[in-house]
């Protein structure tokens, strides 16, 4: 028997948020039902339900920062029981099987990962988001949330956390060189890269925050990076040209890549964890001169987003956040593309008990 639950739906790209009830499938031997505590907004919910990714399936609800309680178990889990503290993050099923699976690196599925909404669930349902009382996910697709952790400040980390985190460890960000710390610049200081600041100082890197002004400068700084420049400075790119090791380029909207390549040094790397709408435009010569890398990252695998839950718990690291009930999420929306949330949106979700269907 599917599970009736309530949720913010939108029935189209320029319509409000509406609480409605939606159908969770019925839990398998192999799922777990979570009671939602607490939900990030991301800023990819945003891109996905405004159809500025593609036309998305409506109605629908977003949402993959999902922190909570487990409410129920299948009969074949063995590794979660109720009341645990867990998280979902953007996928909530894949093959299991294929060579990506098995390495721990699911959101890289061979045969497509199910992801948290917006996505061809195993039942042939449109999968639904954490914008909702509850969810229900297959167990190898839930995380374990430190006590450390509050459930609002945790749940950014199952999107933000692990978009960070990963090309940061991938690219040794906290790896010595020539005995001094790596210089890692953070490109933004929104969402993902207040994330970013924070993790790779416990990383043990020499941090800098890269913004077109120094607005943000002592909110970097109580991050823990080491100062803060400001790239609409009229001598920026050439004063600090062959400056850094590794730049997480956490910006979604248009850049000239190529004066930031600049910046680095030689065999140093760009990471992008930003997904602009628009295309960028990108010169091979500032990736050849200087053997320099150009990578994306997108998440990390279920294992690596455990390790990165551990990684900030252990390190006191978590999301700083503004609480917003369920009828304050259009508001927020716009807010976080202005730029306006310091840094991360949270949805208290005990605010749908008193809500009413629309």
Sequence with gaps: ?????????????????????????????????????????????????????????????????????????????????????????????SCGECEECRAGQEQNCLNGSVGTYNSTDVDGTVTQGGYAEKVVVNERFVCRIPDALDFDVAAPLLCAGITTYAPLNRWGAGEAKNGAPKKVAVLGLGGLGHMGVQIAVAMGADVTVLSRSMKKEQEALELGAQRMLATSDEDFFSDHKGEFDLILNTISADIPVDRYLRLLKARGVMAVVGLPPEKQDLSFGSVIGGAKVLAGSNIGGIPETQEMLDFCAEHGIAAKIETVGIGEVDVAYDRVVSGDVHFRAVIDTASFADAEVA
């Design 1 to 93: 028997m599917s599970i009736t639950v309530k949720a913010l739906q939108k029935t189209g790209p320029d319509q409000p948020f509406k609480v409605a009830n939606i159908e969770r499938r019925d839990p398998r031997a192999d799922d777990v039902v979570i009671d939602i505590k607490a939900a990030g907004i991301c800023h990819s919910d945003i891109h996905t339900i405004r159809n500025e990714w593609g036309e998305a399936s409506f109605p629908l609800t977003v949402g993959h920062e999902i922190a909570g309680v487990v409410e129920a178990v299948g009969e074949n889990v063995t590794d979660w029981k109720v009341g645990d503290r867990v998280g979902v993050g953007c996928m909530v099923d």
